[in-house]
């Protein structure tokens, strides 16, 4: 025996080339995959479509429920916006919350509310008031008007969250995050930029990393990897991170200008204005589903980054030799004091350039020190690669800070 067909007041269907359009001022049911194409759905209450039904759009001035492997290329909901496993939009617009039993395929996702996905988050823009992606996520652009929380292995283009921005576990990837306060907890992440308008706080991740600037910068005694430039106002405390200099020291040593190197990251100085929506997204107008295309994987600046090696801590400084005639005293303890670092690095054998430093720097002779700086270093380098040794971390640190205060002398 066939169900029963009941059509109420006041419906009425339009047939086009793409199908049937049902329009309806109630709420709108489909239980199954009619005979006929339907072009396009129209309620001003809700509308349910049940599985394996595939739509060119859907307007609602409700809730909207889209069963499992059912898809529409256009989905507009004045109310909450329900997707079952393997459910996919081309476009998305929720007046509510969104979510998705499943993975989460679209090209535009927009919701006033939350966004929740339990499985897979692939969209190339998503604009809500809150996220959470637990399985996974690749999305080009996301801008969160609170919070937005992502585990499993994440490819992100441009992030902004005006709340908690959390990135957790698996591998990452990011072009540059932003958020009032950003918290890393990934086994690994590579990224352009990390900002924060309050703080970063990285946990047991291992870092690859060109900028990282926030007042305060929060680093786990088992973060690793690299940073070129971390920039804050609180001292970092002990870690295990490589490179971490100031963005002066940075740019001084490297020859960058500052500014460039910050846009370059959609990055702004500390103090500035962070928290900014990501460019805006046209209207998808896409006739069919389209897979949505992954982030392009974020490019870090290595060569920035190839020099940085562990950290280790040095305590011991040489004791500061009498002041050579005609050099300000205190220009010659900080020069002193930053060759004592590199010198307590060399317990068994100093190399020659180590030696040439200090016989410049007792003699006051900042001007053949500062010509000749860049030829010790890189006599200093061919030093390590001769013996198969890579250059410490602190060693690297501080022949940049003795650069920089050799250039401004």
């Not at 072009?39 to 889209?66: K, M, P, Q, T, Y």
């Not at 998503?126 to 609170?146: F, T």
């Not at 389209?290 to 490019?299: H, N």
């Not at 053949?368 to 198969?388: E, F, M, P, V």
Request: with cysteine; proline share 4%.
């Amino acid at each position: 025996m066939s169900d029963t067909l009941s059509i109420p007041n006041g419906a009425s269907f339009e047939a086009g080339p793409d199908g049937l359009v049902l329009r309806h001022d109630g709420d709108i049911e489909i239980t199954g995959s009619p005979a006929t194409s339907i072009a396009g759905i129209a309620s001003a209450g809700n509308v349910r479509v049940g599985d394996g039904v595939s739509v060119s759009w859907i307007e609602a001035g409700g809730n909207v429920v889209l069963g499992a492997s059912s898809s529409a290329a256009r989905l507009e909901a004045g109310g909450d916006v329900q997707l079952g496993d393997s459910a996919a939009a081309s476009a998305i617009d929720a007046g509510g919350d969104l979510s998705a039993s499943g993975d989460l395929s679209a090209k535009t996702v927009r919701a006033a509310g939350s966004v929740t996905a339990g499985g897979l988050l692939v969209a190339e823009s998503v604009e809500a008031g809150s996220l959470s992606a637990s399985a996974g996520a690749q999305i080009d652009r996301v801008h969160v008007r609170e919070d937005a929380t992502f585990a499993g292995a994440v490819r992100l283009g441009d992030a902004t969250a005006d709340g908690t921005l959390t990135i957790g576990t698996g591998e990452a990837e990011v072009g540059t995050a932003r958020a009032a306060r950003l918290v890393v907890d990934a086994s690994e992440l590579t990224a352009k930029g990390l900002q924060g308008a309050e703080s970063v706080s990285v946990g047991d991740t291992r870092l690859s990393v060109d900028a990282i600037i926030a007042p305060e910068v929060n680093l786990a005694p088992t973060t690793q990897g690299r940073a070129a430039v971390i920039e804050s106002s609180a001292d970092l405390g002990p870690n295990a991170i490589k490179g971490g200099f100031s963005l002066a020291d940075f740019a001084d040593f490297s020859g960058v200008d500052a500014g460039e190197y910050l846009a370059a990251r959609h990055l702004v100085a500390l103090g500035d204005a962070v928290i900014a929506p990501p460019a805006s997204v046209p209207e998808a107008t896409a006739d069919s589903i389209e897979e949505a295309t992954a982030p392009e994987p974020a490019v870090v600046d290595h060569d920035a980054l190839e020099e940085l090696d562990e950290l280790e801590e040095i305590e011991d400084l040489v004791e500061v030799d009498a002041d050579p005639p005609g050099l300000d005293p205190e220009l010659h303890k900080r020069l002193v004091d930053v060759l004592g670092r590199m010198e307590g690095c060399y317990e068994d054998e100093q190399p020659a350039a180590i030696g040439e430093l200090r016989g410049l720097i007792s003699a006051g002779d900042v001007d053949t020190l500062r010509g000749d700086i860049a030829r010790i270093w890189k006599d200093l380098l061919a030093y390590h690669q001769q013996r198969s040794m890579r250059i410490p971390h602190r060693v690297t640190n501080t022949f940049n800070t003795l650069n920089s205060i050799v250039r401004k002398a």
